[in-house]
């Protein structure tokens, strides 16, 4: 057995065999430091014994990168910043999911071929699901306008549920729902300085997709807590810290909060599936990051 760090921007040391049939998936990103991505594959694949490493690189270029995984035969990578949007012109393929939501976070190399997937949204619909959380004909208040925000607000949509984008940039949010309108009309988009209690009685999910609360900037928060009630379930899907400043506001306030955590666990085992066509390991994949986060045992 040979101890190998499966990422240099990771602490964490994976012990696994390797030998000429080692197969290799990665994420490529700009940076990728701060990704618990390695902690949670790394730890799946040693859970079901599977003859494979997931490693972080920060390529040049995504068209470099996806010419590697062709000439290296790395069979699967995840996506991230700033790469997401990017990526979709130098693949042979896309889902049709994340052809509507115009960004990728998972490429699959099936013999040579590379395709391009996204799940975050399925991230986050799990992460609420497993809270029992209702979404048909729910409202729920999207804050951002990213690559998260628009996959999420796409899957939100396919699961009945009604969109208000809300941000600072209006030129930003008012294309992201532009494009939702195209599938939803009822799409609205409100700056986050017109955003009132009025506003918010009508809102049953908040969900920040944006890096505000996000380490080292932990006491920030994306909206005013004090529209934050009971009545609200709070989803923010920034991972570190575990209980950001909102998600902690929220919970003072009565509301039903769902951790950023989930969501990277979720949407990691979904692209787990699609490279192995195994079932992921979820609770390995979920206590691999909460111990990386010093949290669970």
């Known amino acids: 057995m040979t101890k190998i760090n499966c990422s240099r921007y990771n602490e964490q040391v994976i012990t696994t065999e390797i030998n000429s ?13 701060h990704s618990f991505s390695p902690v949670i594959h790394n730890a799946a694949f040693n859970q079901l014994g599977i003859n494979a490493v997931y490693l972080a690189f920060e390529p040049p270029s995504i068209e470099d990168a996806i010419q590697s995984m062709r000439t290296l035969n790395i069979l699967g990578a995840s996506v991230t910043i700033p ?12 889902d049709q999911l994340a052809a509507r939501i115009g960004s990728v976070n998972t490429l699959v190399n099936w013999d040579g071929k590379i395709t391009g997937f996204n799940t975050d949204g399925y991230g986050a619909i799990r992460a609420l699901e497993n809270e029992n959380i209702p979404l048909g004909n729910a409202t ?10 628009r996959a999420i607000a ?10 208000i984008i809300a941000g600072r940039n209006v030129t930003r949010i008012e294309g992201l729902a532009a494009e939702l309108r195209k599938t939803e009309p009822s799409v609205r988009a409100v700056p986050l ?12 999910i908040i969900i920040n997709t944006t890096p505000v609360g996000m ?21 923010d ?6 209980m950001t400043k909102l998600l902690s506001a929220a919970e003072e306030r009565g ?3 769902v951790h950023g955590i989930e969501m990277l666990v979720h949407q990691g085992a979904r692209q787990f599936e699609l490279w192995t066509g195994t079932s992921a390991p979820v609770e390995t994949m979920r206590r691999a990051v909460l111990k990386h986060l010093q949290i669970g045992p």
Do not use: Q
């Not at 300085?193 to 049953?204: A, F, N, P, Y």
């Not at 899907?237 to 575990?242: D, E, N, R």
């Open 193 to 204: 300085s017109d955003i009132d209690r009025k506003l918010m009685e009508t809102v049953d």
């Open 140 to 149: 729920c208040l999207v804050i951002g306008n990213g690559g998260s925000a």
């Open 83 to 94: 790469f997401k949007i990017d990526v979709i012109k130098h693949i042979d393929g896309i």
């Open 237 to 242: 899907i920034v991972y570190s810290p575990h």
């Open 21 to 33: 049939s080692t197969e290799m998936y990665c994420i490529f990103g700009m940076p990728v430091r």
């Open 154 to 163: 796409f899957t939100l949509l396919a699961r009945g549920a009604s969109i």
């Open 215 to 235: 380490s080292p900037d932990i006491n920030a928060v994306p909206i005013d807590p004090g529209f934050i009630s009971a009545r609200h379930t709070v989803f």
């Open 255 to 257: 509301s039903t909060i």
